[in-house]
């Protein structure tokens, strides 16, 4: 096996519904609730696959010579353009190489169709997953 991403990725898109006003009741100003929400995306959806943001090329040497292995969640802050804007440690692998291997490598490969707010406009999202770093037997 090789370096990358569990199965278990998380960040799930969900979208929102507006509660219809009962139509039996008169109302003149019930445009609003009536209305359908615009779709909003509140996570950011990653492109491409995202187990090939961290592979064995990306192994720290250091950690495969002393033949250290971990996971290491992380998340990232996505910005409007869909590019990463930072990343953070949430679980680390017990080895600060392989957390710095994780961030630098997300940071630099990953993309994303950002995440949208109410009136369905690019916005800032955060994403989390994690790396499994294995050695290849």
Do not use: M
């Not at 990725?9 to 039996?24: E, F, I, K, L």
């Amino acid at each position: 096996t090789t370096a990358g991403f569990r199965p278990d990725q998380r960040a799930y898109s969900s979208t929102s519904r507006a509660d219809r006003a009962d139509r039996s009741t008169a109302c003149t100003v019930c445009a609003t609730a009536t209305t359908a929400a615009v779709a909003k995306r509140p996570n950011p959806i990653p492109k491409g696959n995202p187990g090939n943001w961290a592979n064995t090329n990306d192994y720290p040497s250091r950690a495969l010579q002393q033949e250290r292995e971990g996971t290491t969640g992380f998340r990232v802050t996505v910005g409007p353009d869909g590019r990463v804007q930072s990343c953070s440690i949430t679980s680390s692998s017990g080895h600060a190489d392989l957390d710095d291997a994780t961030c630098k490598n997300i940071q630099r490969r990953g993309r994303f169709d950002p995440a949208l707010d109410g009136n369905g406009q690019p916005t800032t999202g955060s994403w989390s997953s994690r790396v499994r770093w294995q050695i290849p037997k």
